[in-house]
Nanobody, 116 residues
């Protein structure tokens, strides 16, 4: 069983930037898709950004133009560069690796708080 650990979260002022990373306890040799999701208090977990094995990306409308997903090709791990952060970006951010459409791993989450 692979365990994922997110890092890079923290407290940032509106307009600031953070970069999230994800690390695995084991090796991921191939994947179907990887990405980032977030869950704000009282809300459901939602997609932030994903990248498939063919390189195609998908972003939530609310983060388009501000967030960029990329991947470490050697380790098959995702990064999330978050710029121009807004108060409404405050949430716990989760790393996800899908080995297939129905099998995947989740991290425990990292808190991102945007506050002045």
């Amino acid at each position: 069983q692979v365990q994922l650990v997110e890092s890079g979260g923290g407290l940032v002022q509106p307009g600031g930037s953070l970069r999230l990373s994800c690390a695995a306890s084991g090796s991921i040799f191939s994947f179907y898709a990887m990405g980032w999701y977030r869950q704000a208090p009282g809300k459901q977990r939602e997609l932030v950004a994903t990248v498939k094995s063919d390189g195609s990306t998908n972003y939530a409308d609310s983060v388009k133009g501000r967030f960029t997903i990329s991947r470490n090709n050697a380790k098959n791990m995702p990064y999330l560069q978050m710029n121009s952060l807004k108060l409404e970006d405050t949430a716990v951010y989760y790393c996800n690796i899908q080995l297939s459409a129905t099998r995947g791993y989740w991290g425990q989450g990292t808190q991102v708080t945007v506050s002045s």
